[in-house]
């Protein structure tokens, strides 16, 4: 089943939600807000690794494909609070899911290095 997306073609729907959701940081940065909302300096110190320029991008594609939503404050210095929509609430229970295999592949795997 063919699927168009902001005038883009998938050939089906799990090319789509990968697509939303796939890659490096996407996943990550959805589990961390599922804790609740956080502002972008606790996304970073949540996510080390992933750099400035990386996580801007993040969050704004995952904001473009309504998995989460950007609250503005007029105040200064300028306060952005991120939060998961009911889209991405849908993903925690397959991001759970997969944080369980990652936990049985430490078990059962010689991570030592």
């Known amino acids: 089943m063919e699927v168009v997306y902001q005038e883009k073609m998938y050939n089906c729907s799990f090319e789509l939600a990968v697509e939303m959701f796939g890659g490096k940081w996407k996943g990550l940065v959805l589990w961390n807000l599922n804790n609740g909302t956080m502002r972008y300096g606790e996304l970073r110190r949540a996510i080390p690794k992933i750099t400035q320029k990386m996580l801007t991008q993040t969050l704004r594609d995952l904001e473009k ?3 989460i939503t950007r609250k503005v404050y007029q105040v200064v210095p300028p306060k952005v609070e991120y939060t998961i929509t009911e889209h991405a609430e ?18 059962n795997l010689d991570t030592t290095g």
Do not use: A, E
């Not at 849908?90 to 078990?107: A, F, H, V």
């Open 90 to 107: 849908k993903l925690i229970p397959i991001l759970q899911s997969i944080q369980d295999w990652g936990d049985y592949m430490i078990d």
């Open 65 to 67: 494909h309504k998995l």
